[in-house]
């Protein structure tokens, strides 16, 4: 038993188990137009991994037979995928809700701005990546370039409906070793800075920690800050976060098929525990919720201070011990 699972047994009583699924996580691929300092999957111009067709089609057999589900697309570049407008279509089609995570930076070159009209007209959710609404910080975690082409495209966005009739949230990751600071103080100054400097709206800022893993885990170990980042996480263990903690509503489907409790899990090539399903092709509904998650020492950045998630902060409470069925 690992540390992480010690904590949670001290806190819960038992190990860290899924319960109903409501979110399918679909990774796309690797290639994306950027390569962030802090991209816990190394993901860039230089990656060709892309989900294959066979898994693509598997996605969508998949969806068929279940209903109300929010399949949450990223990548990479998920704009990069030759059929990401296809499978979107057909998620839709099946009555399904979908997510797609952009960096905003694809949305302006002229091979991809018109997905913004299709996301609009499909109404896809978007969250957009913005690490911060200064400059100097975008420019050092993503480069030179990227703060005027993401202002841009959240202008573009605006005036399709993102950010009134259409869900737009952003979402901030801390631009080195420390946790994110309040998600709603954080999301006031956001609003306040973007439209007062641009005519920005948004729905909601998400605040995301940075996971001791990837590019920023090399970072921190070129710094001689990976420990006490790692430490900080540890001594900063919250078990009101446990039980909205996204491995225990979601499954994630890798590029490659492989089934993941997270993508976090997916980056450090941990797969699901047991005899949950391993792959695409072998999904038993049954067997994913319910699973025992896997986890390790990386699962700290998830519960730390008010939590993170792919949805952001987590801040469930005191209650949230009394829901643990575990
Ligand atoms: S953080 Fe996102 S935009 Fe940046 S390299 Fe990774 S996948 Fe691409
Ligand atoms: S890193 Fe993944 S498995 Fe670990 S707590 Fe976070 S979401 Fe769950």
Not at 17 to 30: F, K, M, P, S, Y
Not at 103 to 108: D, E, K, Y
Not at 239 to 259: E, K, S, T, V
Request: net charge negative; proline share 5%; glycine share 8%.
């Amino acid at each position: 038993m690992n540390s992480f699972d010690h904590a949670v047994k001290a806190s819960t009583g038992g190990p860290l188990h899924a319960g109903e699924i409501t979110t399918v996580q679909l990774n796309l691929g690797l290639k994306c137009n950027m390569s962030c300092r802090h991209c816990h999957l190394e993901a860039g111009p230089g990656r060709e991994e892309i989900m294959a067709d066979e898994v693509v089609d598997g996605v969508i057999s998949l969806a068929s037979k279940r209903k109300g589900l929010l399949f949450d697309i990223t990548g990479g570049a998920p704009e990069l995928h030759p059929r990401l407008m296809e499978l979107i279509t057909a998620l839709k089609s099946l009555g399904h809700r979908v997510q797609v995570r952009t960096n905003l930076t694809i949305l302006t070159s002229p091979d991809y701005i018109h997905l913004i009209k299709f996301y609009s007209e499909n109404d896809v959710n978007l969250v957009a990546s913005l690490p911060c609404y200064l400059e100097a910080n975008i420019t050092a975690q993503r480069g030179e370039g990227a703060y005027d082409a993401s202002i841009s495209a959240l202008q573009s966005l605006n005036d399709s409906g993102y950010g009134e009739r259409l869900p737009l949230n952003l979402v901030y990751n801390p631009g080195g070793p420390f946790l994110p600071p309040s998600q709603s103080a954080l999301e006031e100054a956001y609003k306040s800075e973007l439209f007062e400097r641009f005519g920005i709206t948004f729905t909601s800022l998400l605040t995301i920690t940075n996971m001791p893993i990837g590019r920023f885990m090399e970072e921190l170990e070129s710094t001689g800050e990976a420990a006490s980042y790692k430490k900080l996480l540890v001594d900063s263990f919250n078990p009101r976060n446990i039980d909205a903690l996204m491995c225990r509503h979601q499954i994630c489907i890798n590029w490659d098929g492989a089934l993941r409790d997270c993508d976090f899990n997916h980056a450090l090539s941990i797969p699901t525990s047991g005899d949950a399903p391993k792959h695409i092709s072998e999904v038993d509904w049954k067997k994913i919720e319910g699973r025992k998650i896997s986890t390790g020492e990386h699962c700290f950045g998830c519960t730390a201070g008010s939590g993170s998630s792919c949805a952001g902060a987590l801040d469930t409470g005191d209650e949230s011990l009394k829901a643990l069925a575990i």
